[in-house]
Structure formats: structure tokens, C-alpha cells
């Protein structure tokens, strides 16, 4: 990322808002078809299990109490034409309630259910002519009842199927809008927790960005200039090493810096301080708070403008809106074929974004740094253009500028101050800048005054170097008498010398000599000592030795015993015992003698001891003189 130019950067982040809008733009698009599809579901709701509900109750009421049976009940009491067309109201919603649940569709267990009903209705429908007819026959009702006897079972058996139907599809249903509502839910939670890290992790880059990336360094190189302009060129320039357009500032003021120094170098004879203060070449603005806002067809046709574009360009609204983007370039590149690819790609939905020259009204030229993004319907088409730009055209004359006076005074030129008026931060550095030249200017003509200065000392020099060299051939022969004396009595006191330093040699390596032999002396004593400490203890082995030598010999007596008591079968453990009892006194004998042979050693080191400590008190004596 350090690596990186400024204006790649701003064109990465800019890319990263596109980005960013896309993902918005397909979240409420991802949105829109959940609730598309909630709303379906309960369109489909509404439309099958909720409509047949209504006409299941407009049915059960034409049936139940109150209805056709309960009114055809009355009638066979009352035989009254009120009731009799009670009876055929009935029937009649009846079937109409049937052809209403038919029509929102039904499934073979439900065509049976409404068949079942429609065949009791008809039932009742037959019961009702059997009435009319022997009506005026002055039968009791109990008669009639028994004439017309009809079993309604079937029909409220359907009634209860159909509702067990229905009451399912609602539970299915209302299951199914719940899990589209809960996906709809969890989709915009997800969206919003992705757009909220978006949105923090872009807020972090544009901070560090404005604060490190480009801030600090600004703020650094300002620091750095200013103590330039106090004549300090020690430390070194800030960014130098950076691959971007503060690393070429840098490496423009770093040649401010080593003229410093060198100009500082040749008023150290003067003991003036060489102030200088260069300028950086300008700074480059950051993507600006406002912009410019234009609007196109996929043609390049302009639609609309806001009011920062107008007032960048010169033109009014009304002279843009219908014209073509065109209007804006120079003609050779709107006859080129790279502008009629540039309009192709934008029409096919892809993003362009760098810096363009435009010209505005009245052929102003106008550098901007701009972004063309095409803008998608919801099935994913173009329908439209929309540029975000900034006006640069500011920015690109100060770096110009700059780096023209840059090269100049880098050539040694100090005719090279900027006069044109700019604005912001430019101008601190323009102001900056011409205040470097002027110093540079009084200090180069206070090196010519000091250059005279000089010169005429010299010639001062030179004069009172003659009338020295005239004095000194006259002591030139005196000198050369007293040199041929001095040099007889110094090979004399050579010879004294080399004798007095020949002694000295001789007596330090004697001293030196001495000196080993006592080391020698202290490590053969230590020797004597650690040998004495090793003999006692080699003794203590010999006796323990003794001590399991006269124990197995115990032992083999006591085996040899008791093999004479087992008679034949102890014989063979018997020569095994006299076996052991005579390498036990093999033992014994061996660890007697070696006892002696450790004994009479330790005596003659414990002499050789006394006589080296005796040796080594008469060395440390001589040693010591």
C-alpha cells in the first residue's frame, strides 16, 4: 500500500464505493424478492385455504341451525309457505356455497365431502316435493315426519372432513408465510451486519488514509521545510524512500538540502548561519468534500447536472441537458476510436475512473478527476451513467508550476518564482517556495562579498610568506651546525640504550621463568595432595575387600559342611564350596599385597610432597628477591 501513488489509491477507494453501492443495490434487491415471495404465499393464502374457510361457513350456515335442516324441520311441523320457501332459501345458498369452495379448487377427498352434501340436499329437495304434495291431505306431522325421514349424517360428516381439510392447509400455510418471514428477517440481518462492516472497515481506511497515509507525511515535510527555512539541513528529509507523489516532493527538496549544506559548509570559515528554506512543489488535494454530479444516458446523451458540475464547467443547465458528452473533449479524441470504445464499455455496465481533460464553456480546459458509473435496474441492465468528479485543473498548474521551479533551481537557476496566485495550502507552499529563492538569492550574494573578502586576505598572506621564507634561509646554516652536534651526542645516548633495555629484557624473562616454575611448583604439590587422598581411599577398598573375601570364606566352610551332612547328593555343591573358599583366599592374598604396594606408595608421595613444597617456598623466596 505504501508503494502506492496517491491518485491509484483514490482510484481504489473509489472502486471500493462502487463495490459498496453494488452490494447495497443487490441486498435490496435480495429484499424485494423475499417479499415478493411473502406476498405470494399470502396471495395463495388468502386466495385458496382462506376463501374456501368463507365459503365452508357460508355453507355450514345454510345447513345447520337455521338453515335447511333446521327450517325443514319447522316445516314438516307447520306445512307454512314462509317456512317452505325458508327451506328452498337454504337450498339454494347451499349449492351456491358449493360452487363457490369448487371454484377455488379442490382435491379428490374434498369433491367427495361436496358430493356427499349435495346428495342429502337432494334428499331434502325430494322431502320437500313429498310435503307439497300430501299437504292438504290433513296428515299429522308425525305422519309427514315418517314419510320424509332423511339421514343428514353424510352431509355433517363432509361439513367436518372439509373443515379438517381447511384447518391442515391453514396450519401448511401459515408454516410456509412463517419461514418466508424468517428468511426475509435473517437475509436483511445478515445484509445489515455485512453493510455495517463495510461501512466501519471503509471509515477506518479513509481515516488512516487522512490521517497517516497523506496527513502525517504533510505534516511532516511542512515541519521539515520550516526548519529549513530555519537554516537546520542535519536531519533527513522525511518520505524519501516513498514510491509516491510525497517521495517525489521529497527527493525535490532533498536536493535543497544538499545545496544547504554545502552552501552551510563554506560559511563555516565566516561562522554565519546559511538559512534556507525550500518548498515541496505543491500538495496534491485529497478527494474533495463536494462534487461535481452529471448524469447520462447509455448514449452519452446528458440528462442532468447538479449545481457544483455547472458551476465547474461554465454552462447553464439549460445548455447542457440533450447535448452530448462530447461537448466536454477535445474533437481529436471524440473522432478517435478510444472514445467510441470509452462510451461502448459504459454502455455495457463497466466502471471507468482516472484523470480526464475537459473543456468548459467558452473552451475553458478543466482537469478533473472522475468516475463513471453505470447505474443497473433491478433485472440487472443498464439504464444510465452517473460521473462523480472533482476539479483538479488547480492542482495540476501548482504541480506544474512547481516542478518547473524545481528543475530550475536544480539546475542553479534562481530566476524561478511562481507570481500566480493560488489558493489553500498551494499557496502557503508557492509563498514557501519564493521565500526559499529569495534567501538563496542574498545568500549566494553574500558568498561573492566573502569571496573578495577573501581574496584580499590572502594576497595579505602571501606577502608576510615571503618575508618569513627570507628570514628563515638566514637561520638555515645555524640550524644545519646544531643538528651535526646533537646528531654525535644522540648515537651515544642510542648505544646507552639499547644496552639499559637488552638488561631489562634479560632480567623480566628470568623473572618470568621463575614465576612458571612456582605454577609448576603449586601444581605438583595439588597433584601430590589429590594422590594421597586417592591412596587412602583405594585403602578403604582393600579392607572391604578383605572383609567379603574372609566372609565368602565363612560361607564356602559353612556350604562345605553342609554338603557333608547331604551325604551323595551334597557332593557336587561340596567341590563347588572348596571352589569358592579357595578363590576367596585368592582374593584375600591379592588385596593384602596391593594394600602394601598402596601403603608404601602413599609413604614415598607423602615424601616427594614435603620435598616439592620445600622446593617451592625456596622459588617463591628467589621470586620475591
Given at each position: ?158 361439513l367436518a372432513t372439509l373443515r379438517n381439510i381447511l384447518d391442515q392447509a391453514v396450519v401448511d400455510k401459515s408454516a410456509q408465510i412463517h419461514s418466508a418471514v424468517l428468511n426475509v428477517e435473517r437475509f436483511m440481518l445478515i445484509s445489515s451486519l455485512v453493510m455495517i462492516g463495510l461501512v466501519a472497515a471503509l471509515v477506518a481506511f479513509l481515516v488512516w488514509f487522512t490521517a497517516f497515509r497523506l496527513g502525517r507525511p504533510l ?81 452519452g446523451n446528458i440528462k442532468d447536472a447538479n449545481e457544483n458540475f455547472l458551476a465547474t464547467t461554465g454552462y447553464s443547465l439549460d445548455e447542457i441537458v440533450g447535448r452530448h458528452h462530447s461537448m466536454f473533449c477535445d474533437p481529436a479524441y471524440v473522432n478517435s476510436p478510444e472514445y467510441k470504445d470509452f462510451w461502448k464499455k459504459l454502455g455495457s455496465g463497466e466502471y471507468e475512473a482516472g484523470e480526464y481533460q475537459r473543456f ?149 624473562t628470568l623473572a618470568k621463568t621463575a614465576e612458571m616454575t612456582g605454577e609448576t611448583v603449586d601444581l605438583a604439590t595439588q597433584a601430590m595432595e589429590r594422590i594421597t587422598t586417592s591412596s587412602a581411599k583405594i585403602s578403604n577398598v582393600i579392607g572391604m575387600i578383605d572383609d567379603i573375601a574372609f566372609q565368602t570364606n565363612l560361607l564356602a566352610l559353612n556350604a562345605s559342611v553342609e554338603a557333608a551332612r547331604a551325604g551323595e ?57
Open positions: 500500500m505504501l508503494k502506492l501513488k496517491i491518485s491509484t489509491i483514490g482510484i481504489i477507494v473509489s472502486v471500493c464505493l462502487v463495490i459498496f453501492g453494488g452490494i447495497l443495490a443487490a441486498s435490496s434487491y435480495r429484499n424485494y424478492i423475499g417479499v415478493e415471495e411473502l406476498s405470494a404465499s399470502w396471495d395463495e393464502f388468502a386466495d385458496g385455504p382462506a376463501e374456501r374457510s368463507s365459503d365452508l361457513q357460508k355453507l355450514t350456515s345454510a345447513l345447520g341451525y337455521g338453515g335447511m335442516v333446521h327450517q325443514f324441520k319447522i316445516y314438516v311441523l307447520r306445512q307454512d309457505p314462509a317456512t317452505q320457501q325458508s327451506v328452498e332459501a337454504s337450498i339454494l345458498a347451499a349449492r351456491s356455497a358449493i360452487e363457490a369452495y369448487r371454484v377455488s379448487g379442490t382435491n379428490a377427498q374434498e369433491e367427495q365431502a361436496l358430493n356427499d352434501i349435495e346428495a342429502v340436499i337432494g334428499e331434502y329437495e325430494d322431502g320437500l316435493a313429498i310435503i307439497e304434495t300430501v299437504a292438504d291431505q290433513g296428515l299429522m306431522p308425525m305422519m309427514i315426519d315418517n314419510m320424509v325421514k332423511i339421514d343428514d349424517s353424510a352431509a355433517f360428516s363432509g505534516n511532516e515535510m511542512s515541519d521539515y521545510m520550516h526548519q529549513m527555512a530555519s537554516g537546520d539541513y542535519e536531519q533527513e528529509v522525511p518520505s524519501k524512500n516513498r514510491a509516491d507523489e510525497l517521495g517525489d516532493m521529497a527527493q525535490a527538496v532533498e536536493i535543497f538540502r544538499q545545496n544547504g549544506l554545502k552552501i552551510q559548509q563554506f560559511e563555516k570559515d565566516t561562522q554565519q548561519q546559511l538559512i534556507v528554506a525550500a518548498d515541496n512543489g505543491g500538495k496534491i488535494s485529497a478527494i474533495g468534500k463536494s462534487q461535481a454530479v452529471i448524469e447520462f444516458d447509455l448514449e468548459g464553456k467558452n473552451n475553458a480546459m478543466v482537469w478533473i478527476l472522475a468516475s463513471y458509473n453505470p447505474i443497473f435496474d433491478p433485472e440487472g441492465n443498464p439504464v444510465k451513467v452517473v460521473k462523480y468528479a472533482t476539479n483538479i485543473s488547480e492542482r495540476k498548474a501548482a504541480t506544474e508550476a512547481l516542478s518547473n521551479g524545481l528543475k530550475n533551481l536544480a539546475d542553479g537557476n534562481l530566476d524561478c518564482r511562481i507570481d500566480s496566485q493560488w489558493s489553500g495550502e498551494f499557496e502557503e507552499v508557492r509563498l514557501a517556495f519564493n521565500k526559499t529563492i529569495d534567501q538563496l538569492s542574498n545568500i549566494v550574494g553574500q558568498l561573492h562579498g566573502t569571496s573578495g573578502a577573501l581574496k584580499s586576505a590572502t594576497g595579505e598572506i602571501l606577502s608576510g610568506a615571503n618575508d618569513l621564507s627570507e628570514r628563515t634561509t638566514k637561520q638555515a646554516a645555524t640550524v644545519e651546525e646544531t643538528s651535526a652536534t646533537v646528531e654525535q651526542l644522540s648515537n651515544t645516548v642510542m648505544q646507552s640504550a639499547d644496552k639499559a633495555d637488552e638488561a631489562n629484557v634479560n632480567s623480566k547328593a551334597g557332593k557336587g555343591f561340596a567341590v563347588v564350596a572348596v571352589e569358592v573358599r579357595r578363590l576367596a583366599q585368592s582374593a584375600a592374598e591379592a588385596s593384602s599385597e596391593v594394600k602394601q604396594l598402596v601403603e608404601q606408595s602413599a609413604s614415598e608421595v607423602g615424601t616427594g610432597s614435603k620435598h616439592v613444597v620445600s622446593a617451592a617456598e625456596k622459588i617463591k623466596e628467589m621470586i620475591t628477591g
